[in-house]
C-alpha cells in the first residue's frame, strides 16, 4: 500500500504540471478555440444556430457566454427564446427568462408573447395562462397578439371552454377576430377529446362566420416579429407555417382559414366537408391554392 501511495504521488506531482500547462494556453490558442468574444459576435452564432435548427447548443452557447463573462442584453435574450420557440424546447425557454430576471431584466409583451407561442407548440396550455397571469403582475400590457398566441395555444390543447373565454375576453375588449382566431377555434374542436358529431357542422360554421374577419390591430406588433424571422403563423402555429417561406406563391395566405379547416377535417378522416364549403371572391384571385 505504501508503494502504491509513493508512486500515486509522484504521478499526482506531475500531473497537476501538465494541467497547469494545460490551463495556461496562449493568448492565440485561445483566440483560435473561442468562437465568439463579445455580445455583437454571439448574436451572430446564435442566429446562425437557430437557422440550423440546433436549438438544443442554444444553452452551450449561453454558458459560454458566461464563462467568457460577456453579459447578454435584452437583445440576446430576445434571439434565444425565439430558438427554444421555434425548437418547441419550452424548459429552455423558461430557463432564459429566469436568467433574464436575475439580471434585472423585465421581459416586454413580445418575448411573453414568444413564451405564449412555445406553451403552445408543446401543447401546455396551463403554462400559457400563467405566463398572462406573470405579464399582468409584473403590469405588462398585453396586445391583440397576446391574446390569438393564447387562444391556438389553448386550441392546440383542445381547451374549448378556455378558448371561448379568450374570445368573450377579445370582444369585451374591442378587438374584433380575424382569421388566425378562426383558425384556433376551428383546431380547438378538432383538438377537444371525445370527439362529437356536431364537431364537423361547427368548423364549416367557423369557416362562413370567418369571411367577415378583420385585422385586430395594426402591424406595428409585428415589426420585431419580421426582423426575426418569424410570420404570423408560425407565432400563432397555424398548420400552414411550414409554408409561408416557400417562393413561388405556394400558399394563398388569404386562405388560411380554409387551408386549416381542410386540414383539420383530413385529421378527422372526412372526405365530405371540403365539398360543402364555399370559396368567397378574392380580388385579383387567380387560382386557389389548396395543401395537399
Given amino acids: 500500500m505504501k508503494l502504491l501511495q509513493t508512486i500515486s504521488g509522484r504521478h499526482r506531482s506531475l500531473i497537476r504540471a501538465i494541467g ?24 451572430t452564432v446564435i442566429t446562425s444556430i437557430t437557422s440550423q435548427r440546433r436549438h438544443y447548443l442554444l444553452r452551450d452557447v449561453y454558458d459560454d457566454m458566461m464563462l467568457d463573462g460577456v453579459k447578454p442584453e435584452r437583445d440576446t435574450f430576445h434571439s434565444l427564446i425565439v430558438g427554444t420557440m421555434k425548437g418547441a424546447r419550452l424548459q429552455d425557454a423558461f430557463f432564459f427568462r429566469d436568467e433574464m430576471k436575475t439580471m434585472g431584466l423585465v421581459p416586454d409583451v413580445a418575448l411573453y408573447n414568444f413564451l405564449i407561442s412555445t406553451c403552445g407548440k408543446c401543447k401546455n396550455s396551463q403554462q400559457a395562462t400563467r405566463i398572462l397571469e406573470e405579464m399582468k403582475r409584473y403590469e405588462v400590457k398585453p396586445t391583440g397578439q397576446t391574446f390569438i398566441c393564447l387562444l391556438n395555444a389553448c386550441a392546440a390543447a383542445g381547451r374549448l371552454d378556455r378558448v371561448y373565454a379568450i374570445v368573450r375576453d377579445m370582444t369585451a375588449a374591442g378587438l374584433g377576430l380575424n382569421k388566425f382566431c378562426y383558425a384556433g377555434l376551428i383546431a380547438a374542436h378538432k383538438n377537444k377529446t371525445p370527439i362529437t358529431d356536431d364537431t364537423v357542422s361547427k368548423i364549416i360554421e367557423l369557416v362562413d ?26 407565432l400563432y402555429n397555424i398548420p400552414t407555417a411550414e409554408y409561408i417561406h416557400r417562393r413561388g406563391g405556394f400558399l394563398n395566405r388569404q386562405l ?37
Fill in 209 to 234: 362566420q370567418s369571411k367577415g374577419w378583420s385585422s385586430v390591430e395594426a402591424s406595428r406588433d409585428n415589426a420585431e416579429n419580421v426582423m426575426m424571422g418569424i410570420s404570423e403563423e408560425e
Fill in 256 to 292: 388560411t382559414v380554409y387551408h386549416v379547416a381542410f386540414l383539420a377535417c383530413a385529421d378527422l378522416r372526412n372526405v365530405e366537408v371540403p365539398n360543402q364549403i364555399s370559396f368567397p371572391v378574392f380580388p385579383n384571385l387567380d387560382s386557389i391554392n389548396i395543401i395537399k
Fill in 20 to 43: 497547469r500547462r494545460y490551463f495556461a494556453a496562449p493568448a492565440e490558442e485561445y483566440a483560435k478555440r473561442n468562437y465568439a468574444n463579445n455580445e455583437s459576435e454571439y448574436n
